[in-house]
């Protein structure tokens, strides 16, 4: 089964929003085995979407659109494919009653266009919108598949994942399976990393192996073609441990993870408690952990000491430490994290201090960054960053790198790591 | 001129990465008045490309190729494109040079791989690359124009913005120019703000008037169409002034604007100081502050008390209220603004506490959030929010209520606003 994803809205062509849900919808046929060749974008009009869905159809069996499900008279797909098809449109009742129902309740009068959103392609099955108006459908017609889904993301992906996917997988009579596995790997850059692998991404047919970074990760996706799961299975685990035997030293995670993710799992494991003092990050590595649902049982609390001023008052660093060495140095990153750790009474204490840009601080270049961790009384370690980046990029770079040190000072010392 | 963009990639038809290259090239187009009908994403297969580069031309005589530059066999883009025009490629002396010194410089090897980058099509004039090693092109051919670009976007946006936009702004020989202007709106849904400006949305022709809903923020896009630049801002500023009439309350700012940067705008702008206590935020609330360069004169820091420990011990707040008002209170949120703001010996304080998700806390339902603003010596103004999304969800949309309200705060006590 070859596929097409057409995306409908003018708000695409004029750059206002990215196709992001091409992304999703051809992740998800990916997942099925199902070959995506192209993705096409046409804005609300019905003849250069007409003739769109006319390309799509000399090349493609199965065809997705995404958007124009709407009420305004922008929204057009249903109306152009039934033309398109010679299908007419006709109401579903269930649809109708819920859109009803919605106005009912608000207390607002139903206008014609909102009843328009009921309207469904003669013959097609409903896919239900648990998350707006607009229902979903899927139609098969000489051989050939149509799925309209609506446009916001909200909307469309539970409606592809929980109604789509299912009948899809159903239609499929492949009789093998496609399964991805991903490697997370921080500390080592994509060229360095790909260098490395260089073999395995050269001689690679089943499974592939594809790199990709962002943000200052870069991942590995290990896919493998099979007859059966467990076949798929043995594949991606053989080239997993291929790839380990080169760069394993710089992988943290898989699939899901993140830096944070894996921190806090880590602290939570070996019941460890973390407070930080933070300057240029100024609460984005607090904040970072607290994105992991029980992240209280490990994250006390800690300060931000944007000035000079609240790191004397508020750490009781020295005036004469910040004096002879700088805010941005070894001593004070060190300084912070002890005496955040001891603030706070936790296991650990992190300091952060450095120049985020976009001008030098304290005589620092842009970029430099020093990371202090103080593990119980150990004296703390510290770390020293020469980031490239812009102001933002270089405050979140410095607080992955805080996770990414203090995942590996603590494997060194002995304590347990998924 | 009408444009088609032709992205070339694999990873995106496989769901890895979303398209955003479209979307950047497609804002720059609308800003030359240039019209795109149609963006096409196909594979790293030069069967399919060629098919795709020949509709192309059937409907656009602009076509702007993203993606396959590269050095590995992968990349085809340009091979294609000369083998479906009937040019020839030859060696471009500068780009040659600088690929070879990169390689030089780092004592590496350079294969034939990566002198192929240096290969251009004949006739064509280069843009130059400031961040990677592909140059990019524009020919003419046919009346027709190719442009082709790298696919990394921090090569791309670059060479777009400043090598092929005013060569393509020279061409064009249109007269009139096309001017946005984006309005930006808190505190009010997209449902709500559609139907307050509805007879506006109806009966737009020129400027068009675009809603848009992201992150919890509601923008209004005004478009227009003129002879002269003058002419669509006069356009521009007669729609903005009928819609601010509307709606004006709930708008904070303009085109690059966001929350936080208004908010340290004015906080500077009036020599205020700020610090925060955030419990559900985790100082997410003071990092969205630190995103704008400059803050440190305005935010001194704050403290993350994350544990009920935290609160009690950090910023003395008494069990006993805690007890009687519960973690998620008025109360609490009051106490932690003051108290941190005395600690801090700053002019506002802020307190933040709630239940992010994905559990309750405190017996509160996820989504009751609690914010404190303390002005002064004022008694601390306390905001209740019921928020309805995801754990960081959550947390993010507090941050930026707590921006909206201090903004509110801060005009009403007669501070000035730009």
Known sequence: ?????????????????????????????????????????????????????????????????????????????????????????????????????????????????????????????????????????????????????PGPPKELEPMFQFEAKPKLSAMLNTGGVILSHVMRFYGIGEAELEVRVQAILDSQTNPTVAPLASDGEVTLRV????????????????????????????????????????????????????????????????????????????????????????????????KKLLTTHGIVSSECAAAMASAVREKFDTNIGIGLTGAAGPTAHDHQPVGTVWIGIAIGDEKPITYLLHLSGMRNTNRLRAAKFTCHYLMQLLEERGFKKR
């Open 223 to 318: 896919t493998a073609k099979a007859e059966t799961e467990q076949e798929a299975q043995q594949l991606i685990a053989a080239k997993v441990a291929e790839i380990q035997a080169l760069v394993g030293d710089y992988q943290y995670g898989i699939d899901d993870d993140s830096l944070a993710s894996k921190t806090v799992e880590m602290l939570l494991d070996n019941q460890l408690t973390i407070s930080a003092a933070e300057s240029l990050t100024a609460g984005l590595f607090q904040s970072e952990l607290a994105e992991i649902p029980g992240v209280g049982d490990a994250l006390v609390g800690g300060v931000v000491t944007y000035t000079e001023e609240a790191k004397i008052k508020q750490l009781g660093i020295s």
């Open 1 to 149: 089964m070859n596929a097409e994803i057409l995306a409908v809205g003018s708000e695409l062509l004029l750059g206002q929003i990215s196709n992001t849900n091409a992304k999703f919808i051809s992740s998800q046929l990916s997942e099925l085995g199902i070959n995506v060749y192209y993705h096409t974008v046409v804005g609300d009009n019905a003849q250069r979407l007409e003739e769109a869905i006319s390309i799509a159809e000399s090349r493609a069996d199965l065809i997705i659109f995404s958007g124009g499900l709407g009420p305004t008279k922008d929204d057009l797909t249903k109306e152009t494919i039934a033309r398109h098809l010679g299908v007419t449109l006709e109401f579903d009742d269930i649809a109708l009653t819920y859109i009803e129902q919605f106005f009912a309740k608000r207390g607002r009068p139903m206008t014609d266009n909102n009843r328009k959103q009921a309207l469904i392609l003669a013959g097609s099955e409903v896919l239900a919108n648990h998350h707006g108006m607009a229902p979903g459908m899927i139609l098969t017609k000489d051989e050939r598949t149509y799925i309209l889904l």
